[in-house]
């Protein structure tokens, strides 16, 4: 007995040290609780109505991302146009949701307005007039503030997203990256994610944090980034990326960009924390048929193949914990609640029904 306890610890204590953390499967739905107000349908692949979140999860994922804009009321017409509604009281009924049913949730600031992508990273209103020395302080008391409210409404998020698609920085102009003049921005950038970073560790200690850029096609940027990151001490754990075919290039080029991701920065995960692909340009006003066809055609047929090819890649790499579909819950049927469409969800506009890449896009595997 003496000497069987011992060895129990040590292969407890190896089996702990060498475990992978747990790969999180799921999407951004954060406009799905408009799509229900407004009566849409959804439909699994036989045509049977589900409820969408019961419906995820049997299917196998365990986590919702869900976006949060500081004081969407300011954003202009044509962006609510665009399901730009997420507010914090908003944002604590869903997570309610989210959390009942079983899901971990990831929380993404947005920290403007409305969309912070590569093209725009607005200062909210609320900030509008706050001196450049005092804005990283705004960006901690904000984060405090909006992290407390849903750790007392018992929604704790499992990871924290800081700032969204900020490879040329975010809060324009006072943090925006120029990337023709060297090292000029990232130290006062760098000040911003410390804050932000601040509070989620004092808030949330348990929670992950993400620092998400959107190039994920190509290494030297990426590189160049998180090495950034690296350089100022900025408090992360995950790499999150968007990866889009039409914009980021192939799947084999992603591939190795991850590889050498596992080989520069060993100690951080990567996420995937948004995808999609067209499957139509139907009532897309941003979009003629063909655009965006380099890589898989726009249909349904190359919606599936770009996922199960995408699944296929991802799963090679130990080094990726997560991988989220964006906007999956878009979904025309039986409502009009945008006036437009975008075709890149997991739901058909007009039926609501399950489309294949569903079924792709659920193996990505949970368990490494």
């Not at 475990?19 to 799921?26: D, T």
């Amino acid at each position: 007995m003496r000497q069987l306890i011992p060895l129990l610890a040590l292969t407890w204590f190896t089996h702990t040290a060498n475990a992978q953390p747990e790969r999180l499967l799921g999407g951004d739905l954060s406009l799905l609780p408009s799509y229900e107000e407004q009566g849409a349908v959804y439909r699994d692949d036989d045509g049977k109505t589900v409820s969408p979140l019961q419906f995820l999860r049997q299917q196998g994922w365990n986590a919702i991302r869900v976006r949060l804009f500081v004081e969407p009321r300011y954003a202009p017409e044509n962006y609510k146009q665009e399901g730009v509604c997420q507010d914090l009281d908003y944002v604590l009924k869903f997570s309610k949701r989210i959390k009942q049913a079983g899901y971990q949730l990831l929380l993404d600031y947005h920290y403007s307005d409305y969309w912070a992508d590569p093209g725009k990273q607005a200062i909210p209103h609320l900030w509008q007039q706050t001196r450049r020395e005092d804005l990283p302080d705004s960006v901690y008391q904000y984060t405090r503030r909006t992290l407390t409210a849903l750790r007392q409404q018992g929604v704790t998020p499992d990871l924290i997203q800081v700032g969204n698609e900020t490879t040329n920085g975010m809060l324009w102009p006072l943090g925006k990256i120029d990337w023709n003049e060297g090292d000029r921005g990232w130290d006062y950038l760098c000040r911003l994610y410390t804050a932000g970073c601040r509070a989620c560790r004092e808030v949330c200690p348990r929670s992950k944090i993400i620092i998400h850029t959107e190039k994920a096609g190509s290494w030297d940027t990426t590189k160049t980034y998180y090495e950034q990151m690296d350089h100022h001490k900025v408090d992360y754990d995950i790499i999150g990326l968007s990866y889009y075919p039409m914009w980021h290039g192939t799947i084999e080029n992603l591939g190795q960009n991850l590889k050498r991701i596992a080989q520069t920065f060993p100690d951080k995960e990567v996420m995937i924390v948004e995808t999609a692909a067209y499957y139509s340009h139907e009532n897309d006003r941003w979009a003629t048929p063909d655009k965006y066809a380099e890589f898989y055609p726009i249909s349904v047929e190359g919606q599936t193949q770009f996922t199960r090819e995408l699944v296929s890649e991802l799963n090679r790499h130990k080094n990726v914990t997560g991988l989220f579909w964006w906007f999956a819950e878009e979904n025309a049927c039986s409502n009009t609640l945008l006036s437009c469409w975008v075709n890149r969800g997991l739901f058909d506009n007009h039926t609501g029904r399950a489309l294949p890449a569903l079924k792709e896009f659920n193996l990505f595997k949970t368990k490494q």
